[in-house]
């Protein structure tokens, strides 16, 4: 049960189930990381890579889009960082928000939660940013 969970076993899954599956560990830029991390536990795994390998490829990858991101997406991620991390992360932000506001275009039902999604999204920039640089977060 969830309510049993304590700190360490949270940690633990979260831990396994996403830095280590989505291979956060791997990304240089640090930044990316943590943002490809929080996007993934709150929108999926697979559509946070996808988002990730559509930016890639739109600058010049030869990655397939599918969600998975393993060696290949990684290594582009990282030959694009070393040179521009700050570009990928930013724009990888902003796709995120806009992955956002297409959920509630084909879903107007959700429209009343894309303010606090948004907020989120944008809130994590800022913290991913901040813990690179070793501000008190």
């Known amino acids: 049960i969830v309510t049993d969970l304590d700190y360490d076993k949270a940690f ?4 396994w189930l996403y830095h280590h599956h ?3 560990h791997e990304i240089d830029y640090k930044p990316t990381a943590y943002y490809y991390f929080d ?3 709150n ?5 946070a890579g996808k988002e990730l390998q559509k ?7 030869k990655i397939k889009v599918d969600g998975i991101v393993g060696k290949n997406t990684i290594g582009c991620l990282n030959d694009l960082s070393n040179e521009e991390g700050y570009f990928t992360f930013d724009v990888y932000s902003e796709w995120r928000c806009e992955y956002l506001r297409d959920i509630v275009k084909n879903h107007p ?3 009343k939660f894309i303010r ?7 809130d994590m920039h800022d913290f991913s940013l901040r813990l690179h640089q070793g501000d008190d977060v």
Not at 55 to 61: E, M, Q, R, S, T
Not at 116 to 122: M, Y
């Open 116 to 122: 606090g999604w948004i907020n989120r999204a944008v």
């Open 12 to 15: 633990d899954v979260y831990n």
């Open 39 to 41: 996007f993934a536990v």
């Open 109 to 111: 039902s959700q429209d």
């Open 43 to 47: 929108s999926g795994r697979g559509n």
């Open 55 to 61: 930016i890639l490829v739109v600058n010049g990858a």
């Open 22 to 24: 989505l291979r956060c």
